[in-house]
Each structure stands twice: as C-alpha cells, then as structure tokens.
Nanobody, 115 residues
Framework: QVQLVESGGGLVQPGGSLRLSCVASGSIFSITTMGWYRQAPGKQRELVAT???????NYSDSVKGRFTIARDNAKNMVYLQMNSLKPEDTAVYYC?????????WGKGTLVTVSS
C-alpha cells in the first residue's frame, strides 16, 4: 500500500505561481512513476505531468512550458511548480503513484485561479 498526501493548493491570481507538494509513505520502494492529475468541475480527470524514477518527464500540452514536475526520491516527494497560472487551470489536483500492480491516489488539493 502507498499513501499520498498533497499540499500547497490555494487561491492565486491569473499570472501567479503555486507549488504543490506530495509526500508518499508506505511501500515506497515499489513506486515507479509519480505524477499529477487534475479534475475541473464538470470535467474528467486529466493528466498534468508525470515523472519516472529516473526523472524522465511528460507534460500535457496545456501546461507545457508553464509547469515543472520534480521528484526527490530520498524524501519520497514529488512537486509541481506552476507558473503563469490561468483561470482554466482551476481544478482539484491529485497526486498519483504507480507500482507494477497498482495506481494510488491522494485526496487532492484545490487550486483556484481567479482575480
């Protein structure tokens, strides 16, 4: 089992920045890819960014160039630095961790981009 806890969400003005953090606990040795997903009201959950254990990254086109995912294996953490935020980035952001057999989710943290 892997437990994930996100933090860092909040209200930010358009053009602003936020940094999300996610700490993993439990069977962390089995984690391969970690990532961030988001779900806006009335929409399906979508990929934001992923990072492999070897730090290979993947971003959705909508955040490429604005968001940066990073991972600290020693601290069992994954981060999402979000710059140049737009109102359409408003969503609940979920941390995800994958093993060879399972996919685990945190409870999410709300990011609201509004003036």
């Amino acid at each position: 089992q892997v437990q994930l806890v996100e933090s860092g969400g909040g209200l930010v003005q358009p053009g602003g920045s936020l940094r999300l953090s996610c700490v993993a606990s439990g069977s962390i040795f089995s984690i391969t890819t970690m990532g961030w997903y988001r779900q806006a009201p009335g929409k399906q959950r979508e990929l934001v960014a992923t990072i492999s254990r070897g730090s290979e990254t993947n971003y959705s086109d909508s955040v490429k160039g604005r968001f940066t995912i990073a991972r600290d294996n020693a601290k069992n953490m994954v981060y999402l630095q979000m710059n140049s935020l737009k109102p359409e980035d408003t969503a609940v952001y979920y941390c995800n961790a994958r093993t060879s057999r399972m996919s685990y989710w945190g409870k999410g943290t709300l990011v609201t981009v509004s003036s």
